[in-house]
């Protein structure tokens, strides 16, 4: 990895060892870096405030081989990165602003991918997690983690269920909690469209009657309108002598008739005084016929308002008009059967909520089992290696158990609370001496017992993970003396089957570490390019001096770091 701007760390390259390389330094040096790097690098969050002071942008840029169709190297090419020479190369990249960018192989990429490939490339076990791990749900999830399929298929299973009776039961309740609010609504909508029934209205009804009331209303002005308009066009039968527009043009058409032969441009005037005569004859026609067909019935006038009065009392209750109200009535009638088939449907869900509680023990029932077996076996394990880890008295086991709950689902002949992980409440136990009685291990160990407690699980876990680098940040906080060679020992075996990158402040853990890198700050505070380097020969015994004792030149302390140094070797 190059590290740039990146907290105390100016400019500096890390190159981890195949194997198991330890990364010590002074408080405060900037090791932390190291593992806030590597988290970047896999998605972790930006934090602005890691940019160094001064710095536009923090920079981190990894090289990791990756085997050729391995999960991790398929789905980096599927996001259209390339492999250089079998290595993936990751760079992310922290503005001080806050932005944050992430290249895969080349291809900018969203942070997104670096997480989803995280887990395929490395696990970080450190503080964090170990604190973590002392809650109870966490340790259900290292156990189901574990138990690998064996859990993993019966709880995909258990959770679709959980989802799916969640939804049943909310529903059932809304309906039988609401069912007085439901069957009000159902006598308003009822009453509204009986109402609508009553009147039987047509679409745009309302606008045709519109029109004939204003129609009926001015019949006389109306009719007496027509008739001096007719007898204007046609003229009028008590007046022979009068003269008339159609008698005026048809005589002005004779007049151009007799001459258009002599200009061709008068013709064509006449043609257009034909057709005007035409014209003035049909209109003339349809003059007469409106006033003879114009209904002037007051009777007729009565009943189009009385037809008008009921159709605008639904359209003060139902819509804006007529169209609107038809439209609120087919929508009503439909809401209308869904509210009454609510008895129909309260009784098919009451059915499939039953047959999914149902379905919910069995699958509960066998998350137990599964859960169960795997406990004894993840317990053994980890108590094989308390036993190399100084502690071989030390028993670990599991207490797997369910609460009562009238409301809840059956579980071995109980009715017990559940929830979408199960009905399990998962706690992990340690009895640290033959006689002790198992308890719960944030209670049942000290602080060193407790580090080595977390380290035997991660260890384990780290032999059920497939990904090929382990990085352990401090895991080993609190334990000294022989137990701190034991836990380096451990390590050192771990890494002959994956690459392990610890963290570490112990001299016992370093000893045994294939490479170790010394992270030390410049006289201005920051780490720079030279400030990370490969301790070997006198360097590493010097660091290893300085660790046991604070001094890099005690003689008692190099002799001490060469016998570590040399008992590392001889377990290789």
């Known amino acids: 990895m190059r590290i740039r701007s990146l907290g105390v760390i100016d400019d500096a390259v890390v190159e981890l060892s195949p194997g198991f390389t330890a ?3 002074e408080t405060g040096a900037g090791k932390t870096m190291v593992v806030t790097s590597l988290g970047l690098l896999l998605g972790g969050r930006a934090d602005p405030a890691l940019v160094r002071v001064g710095a536009k942008s923090a920079v981190v840029e990894g090289r990791i081989t990756v085997p050729a169709g391995a999960p991790a190297a398929v789905r980096a090419e ?12 990751i760079s992310r990249t922290i503005s001080a602003e806050g932005r944050s960018r992430a290249h895969l192989g080349g291809r900018s990429v969203p942070v997104g991918m670096l997480t989803e490939l995280a887990d395929e490339l490395v696990a970080v076990h450190g503080q964090t ?14 156990l ?35 069912a007085r609010e439901r069957a009000q609504e159902a006598d308003l909508l009822r009453f509204g469209l009986n109402e609508v029934a009553g009147v039987e209205p047509r679409a745009g009804e309302d606008l045709e009657l519109a029109a004939e009331a204003e129609r009926l209303g001015h019949a006389e002005a109306l009719a007496s309108a027509a008739a001096l308009a007719h007898a204007a066009l046609a003229g009028n039968p008590e ?8 008698t005026l043009v048809a005589g002005a058409g004779r007049a151009l008739d007799a001459v258009r032969s002599h200009d061709p441009a008068l013709a064509a005037l006449a043609d257009r005084m034909g057709e005007i005569s035409i014209l003035l004859g049909d209109v003339a026609g349809e003059l007469a016929g409106y006033a003879d067909n114009l209904d002037a019935d007051p009777l007729r006038l009565a009943a189009v308002e009385e037809r008008r009065a009921a159709l605008t009392a639904l359209t003060r209750k139902y819509g804006e008009d007529i169209n609107a109200v038809l439209a609120w009535a087919e ?8 509210l009454e088939g609510d ?145 380096g020992r451990r390590l050192a075996k771990l890494a002959k089957t994956a ?49 046991l004792a604070g001094q890099e030149d005690s003689e008692t302390a190099r002799a001490h770091a060469e016998e570590l140094l040399a008992t590392a070797r001889s377990d290789a």
């Open 499 to 547: 690459q392990v990158v610890v963290v570490t402040h112990l001299p016992q853990v370093a000893a045994f570490a294939d490479r170790q890198l010394l992270v030390e700050k410049t006289n201005d505070g920051s780490v720079t390019r030279s400030g990370v380097t490969v301790l070997e020969g006198e360097d590493r015994v010097r660091e290893l001096s300085r660790m």
């Open 239 to 246: 007046d022979p002598e009068g003269v008339d527009a159609t």
């Open 343 to 487: 008895d129909d449907r309260i009784g098919e869900l009451t059915v499939e909520r039953d047959a999914l509680r149902e379905e919910l023990s069995g699958l509960a029932q066998a998350l137990t089992d599964a859960r169960t077996e795997a406990a004894a076996r993840f317990a053994e394990a980890v108590t094989a290696e308390l036993a190399s880890l100084a502690m071989p008295h030390a028993r670990v086991s599991f207490d797997i158990r369910q609460s009562e709950d009238p409301e809840g689902i059956e579980v071995g002949g109980r009715r017990v609370a559940y929830s979408s992980s199960g009905a399990d409440e998962v706690e992990l136990l340690l009895a640290p001496h033959p006689g002790a009685q198992p308890r719960p291990i944030a209670k049942g160990a000290s602080g060193g017992e407790l580090s080595r407690v977390m380290l035997a699980v991660e260890v384990v876990f780290a032999g059920t993970d497939p990904v090929p680098t382990y990085l352990f940040d401090e895991v080993d906080a609190g334990v000294g003396g022989k137990a701190a060679v034991e836990i």
């Open 331 to 338: 929508e009503s009638a439909g809401r209308l059967t869904e």
């Open 129 to 142: 997690d170990q604190q973590g791990l002392l809650k109870a749900a966490r340790q259900r999830q290292a």
């Open 144 to 178: 189901d983690r574990y138990a690998g399929d064996a859990v993993a298929g019966p709880h995909e299973k258990y959770v679709a269920a959980y989802r799916r009776l969640r939804s049943v039961s909310a529903e059932l309740d809304e309906l039988t909690t609401r």
């Open 23 to 25: 990364v010590t330094g």
């Open 78 to 89: 599927e996001a259209g990165a390339d492999l250089d020479d079998g290595a993936l190369l």
